[in-house]
């Protein structure tokens, strides 16, 4: 098995170092990840100013660039291989509920989805990298379980998982959970600049608003790793007869059949 493992807080991160230790010892692994912390940089990709590749002592390679750049790089030309799965994290800190949007862990993991390649974001509840080795440990028994039945091959699918920050022990079971919703960020930070000028610094993310039974925040606060399969299809289907009707009506506002 051939897997490619990037993240969001830069090739130096523990959860980097912790995830590449664990899974060597199950696959051929290559990293390529991002030279500095790109955190919730989402899906970006840079597109008007070149990007550079570097190879660390250890042998990491990472770049001037986003988490998405990395793997897209990787996987346009800079591996010369189709890898069996991208890994992406392990992230300081939860990628749960309305995170994924911003999530650059997330981001580098859909970026290998999109090229066809099966991929799972991994990131701790907690920030701070404690019992990381134990989450790196689950994150190998998570990959090692999907090979053994047969899920990592020619069909792409994308796996968030979050892990509790605890002794591999006292984890309790993988749980297949759908994504909580947290509020609304809190406000904006404003602080004078030494030459005067107003800067803002955006505010902490918002506490979970949906946190009840099934959803990943509620799974991980009762000690399971939590699982979500997640899609890139951001199109409204529930809604999708109401705004045909919606359209017909702005196209032709006289046309009285097409009213609800």
């Not at 999530?103 to 920030?127: H, W």
């Not at 890139?232 to 017909?248: E, I, K, S």
Request: glycine letters at 8%; charged letters at 20%; proline letters at 5%.
């Amino acid at each position: 098995m051939k897997i490619l493992i990037s993240n969001d807080d830069g090739y130096q991160a523990p959860g980097l170092v912790a995830l590449y230790e664990s899974l060597k010892t199950i696959a051929d692994v290559e990293v390529v990840a991002p030279e500095h912390n790109n955190s919730a940089k989402s899906n970006a990709l840079t597109l008007h100013s070149p990007l550079y590749v570097h190879q660390a002592p250890n042998g990491f390679r990472y770049v001037n660039g986003t988490p998405a750049d990395c793997v897209h790089i990787a996987l346009t030309g800079l591996l010369g291989y189709r890898p069996d799965l991208v890994v992406s994290g392990i992230n300081n800190g939860a990628n749960m509920g309305d995170d994924t949007i911003y999530s650059g862990t997330v981001g580098a993991a859909m970026e290998g989805y999109l090229f066809g390649v099966p991929a799972i974001a991994f990131s701790q509840v907690d920030k701070g990298w404690t019992e990381i080795e134990a989450a790196a440990a689950k994150a190998r028994e998570i990959v090692q379980q999907m090979q053994a039945q047969q899920l990592v091959g020619d069909t792409p699918w994308l796996l968030n998982v979050n892990i509790p920050n605890m002794p591999l022990a006292a984890m309790r079971s993988l749980k297949l959970c759908r994504l909580g919703r947290r509020h609304a960020a809190e406000r904006v930070i404003t602080q004078e600049s030494p030459r005067g000028e107003v800067m803002y610094w955006i505010g902490s993310a918002g506490a979970a608003k949906d946190d009840a039974d099934g959803t990943d925040f509620h799974a991980t606060a009762q000690g399971h790793v939590a699982m979500t399969p997640l899609k890139v299809d951001l199109t409204d289907h529930d809604n999708l007869r109401y705004w045909a009707q919606t359209a017909a009506r702005m196209l032709d506002p006289t046309d009285k059949a097409s009213t609800p």
